[in-house]
């Protein structure tokens, strides 16, 4: 705590002896994004996928927490992925986020991890998502139409990883 304290003391000195200081733009300033109540998940026999999280992160109001949202459309009730959610077709109701999912098309027996990429400020986090975390159900294995999938690991996480470094 004693760490915590002084370095938070230089910083406010290095904001004063700075007449206009710089936002902090490193990812160790921004983060960890904390996502909770992640949801991802095709309807039974719908052919899109409905997707969901809250976010906060120590440089963005925590109450209320940021509501994200997309729908991306499949194109196909069989689907067993959850699709791609590129830039620009995933929602928040706070401009300063973006974020993108990819769960690429994999084979039956050779399924993929997702890919999801929060920015904040132009900082981006990266998570991935293991294939165990997503729960494929063929349900009627003669009907190629039926099957379901959603996301299946934890609805609260921390994206910690930040590739652009800092
Ligand atoms: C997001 O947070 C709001 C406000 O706290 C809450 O009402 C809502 O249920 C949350 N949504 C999810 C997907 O967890
Ligand atoms: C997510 O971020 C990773 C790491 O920078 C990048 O390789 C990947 O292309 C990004 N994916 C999307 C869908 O933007």
């Not at 994004?33 to 409905?50: E, N, Q, V």
């Not at 459309?73 to 959850?82: D, M, P, V, Y």
């Amino acid at each position: 705590m004693k760490s915590i304290f002084s370095l938070a003391a230089a910083a406010a000195l290095v904001g004063l002896s700075n007449s206009t200081p710089l936002p902090d733009a490193t990812a160790a300033a921004h983060g960890p994004y904390h996502i909770s109540g992640f949801f991802a998940s095709k309807p039974h026999l719908s052919s899109g996928c409905r997707f969901e999280f809250n976010l906060t992160s120590p440089t963005l109001p925590s109450t209320p927490p940021v509501y994200c949202w997309a729908s991306v459309e499949l194109g196909f009730s069989g689907a067993t992925w959850l699709g791609y959610v590129y830039q620009g077709l995933g929602h928040c109701d706070n401009e300063r986020v973006d974020w993108t999912f990819n769960h690429p098309r994999g084979a039956e027996t050779d399924r993929n991890d997702a890919v999801f990429n929060v920015t904040v400020d132009g900082v981006l986090g990266t998570y991935r998502v293991p294939k165990e975390d997503i729960y494929v159900n063929l349900n009627d294995e003669g009907n190629p139409f039926d099957n379901d999938v959603s996301y299946s690991g934890p609805r609260e996480f921390e994206i910690v990883d930040f590739p652009g470094g800092n």
